[in-house]
């Protein structure tokens, strides 16, 4: 799964919004990442994680930047995060 983040943020503030939802989507926690998650994908993560969750499959982060650090501009930045699923059986 891959999917922008939040949108136009400070560097600063973006990274804490995105780790909220990296970190529910890590956690498996659908009702936190509805509540205080903010991602252009969130309704697609949602189904995926119930999938995952009834299929045992455990998700791991790939990696997880924003825009600032790719551009260097840090005033306003989109976030990204790359997570895979794989079978824990």
Known sequence: MSSDLSHYYSYEEAQKLDKVTIDAILDNDIKRLEE???ACGKT???VLMEIAK???WQPK????L???D???DKSQ???YS???YYDSN
Not at 61 to 64: G, V
């Open 70 to 72: 790719i551009t260097g």
């Open 54 to 56: 009834n299929k045992h």
């Open 61 to 64: 982060l790939l990696k997880a």
């Open 36 to 38: 205080f998650g903010e």
């Open 82 to 84: 790359s997570i895979v």
């Open 66 to 68: 924003n825009s600032g």
């Open 77 to 79: 930045v989109v976030g």
């Open 44 to 46: 697609g993560i949602e």
